[in-house]
């Protein structure tokens, strides 16, 4: 990748972000830069996973009751400790951790920002090369800052975000964030490990033709969903219009797709996942931040997905997502009827 230097790095983007905003604190563009740090640090080992003892599964299962693979732990544990070393961040939530961690150190309690993170997604892909990243949500914290972090505070709720983001490691390594303002991606150029804004001001498509599901599933989802599929295929053979089939079965690398050229993405619940199979604070919130800064839209098939309340770290949910026109096609199929596609995004300073 060539580097003019009219293309700004992550730290120019930053910094002209924050002269652009009355009163910004800075706090919340340090806390993006630490992420996008502890990034670098997971696309290096990711990227010669072959050649060290990180491929593989550690012998543990984590709280989702899924094998724990070594470069999952390797991932997580360079998270936690970019965070902790920083001044942004009062506490963390970590798919592969039962219970939080509070930083309580002086600096760390001044922050009024709460990480949830999936610092591995798609790992059982790992062993095979595919495409797989990094998601977080940045939430406020709801005590008074200038004390450690209490149970309250990590009661993550949509309405609380203020920014949301992921890393794909694939082809080349991107890092993706959303504020209430716009979502921007950057690339990094692996020579100086610098990561370049490439993608600004990211727009969803309104339409699509990518529909991303596991089609094996078919008959373990509800009649809706099933008639909404069904309709898809219809389509497709009276040439109506032409819809392509994408399922990575990698979070990440499905839904960075379905952002960029437009499409969506359905996760239904199943019979063995009556609750659906996502992780609300760290996947689907986060996800539906982004889609919706950048004019897309997330449900659960019966509310907007930033508008599900909290009940605890590890809830799962059912997750659709996608482009505006294609979710509003998906729910002239689900039942009830009702009107969860609104587009709504917390206001903070950053």
Not at 166 to 191: K, Q
Request: hydrophobic share 35%.
């Amino acid at each position: 990748m060539s580097n003019p230097r009219n293309v700004l790095t992550l730290d120019e983007f930053r910094v002209s972000e924050i002269r652009s905003v009355p009163n910004a604190t800075g706090e919340l563009s340090n806390l993006l830069r630490d992420i996008a740090l502890a990034a670098k640090h997971i696309n290096l080992e990711v990227n010669k996973a072959g050649l060290v003892d990180i491929l593989g599964d550690t012998g543990t299962i984590n709280i989702q009751g899924e094998q724990v693979k070594k470069l999952d732990l390797y991932a997580n544990d360079q998270m936690v400790a970019v965070l902790k070393r920083g001044i942004s961040c009062a506490g963390i939530v970590s798919e592969e951790l039962e219970d939080v961690i509070i930083f309580d150190d002086e600096m760390s309690c001044k922050s009024k920002y709460i990480v949830a993170v999936d610092p591995l997604d798609g790992s059982s892909n790992i062993d095979n090369c595919i495409s797989i990243g990094t998601i977080f949500g940045i939430y406020l914290r709801k005590t008074k800052p200038g004390q450690p972090c209490t149970e309250e505070d990590f009661r993550l709720e949509g309405r609380n975000m203020v920014s949301a983001g992921y890393v794909i490691y694939g082809s080349s390594t991107m890092f993706v964030f959303a504020t209430t303002r716009s979502v921007n991606g950057f690339t990094l150029d692996p020579s100086i490990g610098e990561f370049y804004l490439s993608h600004p001001n990211i727009q969803c498509p309104a339409k699509g033709s990518i529909y991303s599901i596991n089609q094996g599933n078919y008959y373990h989802y509800a009649p809706e969903i099933q008639h909404y599929l069904d309709h898809i295929l219809r389509k497709n053979q009276e040439k109506e219009s032409t819809y392509t089939q994408r399922h990575v079965a990698s979070m990440v690398a499905d839904l960075h797709r379905n952002l960029i050229k437009g499409g969506i993405f359905l996760n239904p619940a199943t019979n063995a996942f009556p609750k659906g199979k996502l992780r609300l604070s760290y996947e689907c919130n986060p996800w539906a931040f982004i889609f919706e800064v950048a004019g897309g839209a997330a449900t659960n098939g019966e509310q907007r997905i930033l508008d599900i309340p909290f009940k605890d770290l590890h809830q799962r949910t059912p997750l659709f997502i996608g482009s505006k026109g294609m979710m509003e096609e998906l729910q002239s199929f689900m039942q009830p009827a009702n009107t969860m596609l609104g587009v709504e995004t917390a206001n903070a300073k950053i």
